[in-house]
């Protein structure tokens, strides 16, 4: 049997372990909509959680748990890669006739000073232009990051693109068919709203309507 100062001091320590537990819980949430974790796979809730976490028995225990689900469906593996996607809008095509290898080495290149100054740090798995060529105008590209939490950095640093010299290039989460169509029909709402005034007062934030009074005070994002 333990002696009473060690259980003690064990309790307090426990107690000190939920209490910190309990907090990055808390902080997780905050930066992740419940709606959003409530969508989110099984399989990369639990990488999420993974991300947040910093106690390195609780991050081996969260691997065998990954190995020990069963395995994805297809519609489950589709939404895991959604959640680590983002979509450039504004990257210039490269210009004339130049052959596809000299086109893709124009693209990775632009992509590479655009996660410089989002300050991502790794190498995206997946990107590629969206569509047609058209001469007309750029075409959209996706980029599809290693994890949720290179995700979530490029979205929240979304505003230094201002300062980093690209100005008509904008980022957002990769999106469905049915949430591009809200996406467009809220900022279509916002622009009526803001028609003449002196300064934009409706913007799209999160997937909602919100007054710039109702902004977090250092709001992130480009949109």
Not at 30 to 50: A, C, H, K, N
Not at 195 to 203: A, D, F, L, T
Request: with cysteine; net charge positive; hydrophobic share 35%.
């Amino acid at each position: 049997m333990l002696p009473k100062t060690t259980r003690s001091t064990r309790s307090k320590l426990t107690g000190t372990q939920t209490t910190s537990i309990t907090t990055r819980s808390v902080d997780a949430s905050s930066q992740t909509p419940e709606s959003d974790l409530m969508q989110m796979p099984l399989e990369g809730l639990v990488r999420y959680i993974s991300e947040q976490n910093n106690d390195p028995l609780v991050g081996n225990l969260l691997e065998v748990l990954l190995h020990r689900l069963p395995k994805s469906s297809p519609l489950d593996l589709e939404l895991d890669k959604r959640w680590r996607s983002i979509v450039i809008s504004g990257l210039p095509e490269a210009d004339g006739e130049v052959s596809f290898q000299d086109r893709r080495t124009h693209l990775d290149n632009q992509v590479s000073e655009v996660l410089e100054a989002l300050k991502i740090e790794c190498r995206p798995v997946e990107l590629y232009r969206m569509g047609k060529l058209d001469l007309s105008r750029p075409r959209l590209v996706k980029v599809v990051l290693p994890s949720r939490f290179s995700w979530r950095t490029a979205l929240a640093n979304a505003r230094f693109l201002r300062t980093a010299g690209f100005s008509d290039v904008y980022i957002r989460k990769s999106m469905t068919a049915e949430e591009r169509k809200r996406e467009y029909e809220l900022r279509q709402t916002a622009r009526e709203r803001n028609r003449g005034k002196p300064q934009r007062e409706w913007v799209v934030y999160r997937s909602q309507l919100v007054h710039i009074s109702e902004l977090p005070r250092n709001r992130s994002g480009n949109a």
